[in-house]
Nanobody, 115 residues
Framework: GQLVESGGGLVLAGGSLRLSCTAS????????MGWYRQAPGDQQREMVA????????VYADSVKGRFTISREKNAKTWYLQMTSLQSEDTAVYYC?????????WGQGTQVTVSS
């Protein structure tokens, strides 16, 4: 399968952005769809939000109340609505999908929050 992301960019602190991720090429249902980020200088990706096929969602404490994960009914496209963005949110954002075969990652999209 393949994941294609869009929606990153440069935004002023306090602003909003919406990221999109569309999956293609996989025969298997996506059990978990998510968003991760890797900030400049960090070695690891941080889980931002994820949602199960059943609709349960989990958020990192740092984004609760500001970010919302959602998906289309077909569960092939999902979104990350980001509001009240802060400079600490600056990172490369990656979407991910987990099926019974494993996890696939998007190419990443840069989000830069300018203060």
């Amino acid at each position: 399968g393949q994941l294609v992301e869009s929606g990153g960019g440069l935004v002023l602190a306090g602003g909003s952005l919406r990221l999109s991720c569309t999956a293609s090429g996989s025969r298997y249902p996506i059990n978990v769809m998510g968003w991760y980020r890797q900030a400049p200088g960090d070695q690891q990706r941080e889980m931002v939000a994820k949602m199960t096929l059943g609709g349960q969602s989990v958020y990192a404490d740092s984004v609760k109340g500001r970010f919302t994960i959602s998906r289309e009914k077909n569960a092939k496209t999902w979104y990350l609505q980001m509001t009240s963005l802060q400079s600490e949110d600056t990172a490369v954002y990656y979407c991910s999908s987990t099926t019974s075969w494993g996890t696939t990652w998007g190419q990443g999209t840069q989000v830069t929050v300018s203060s």
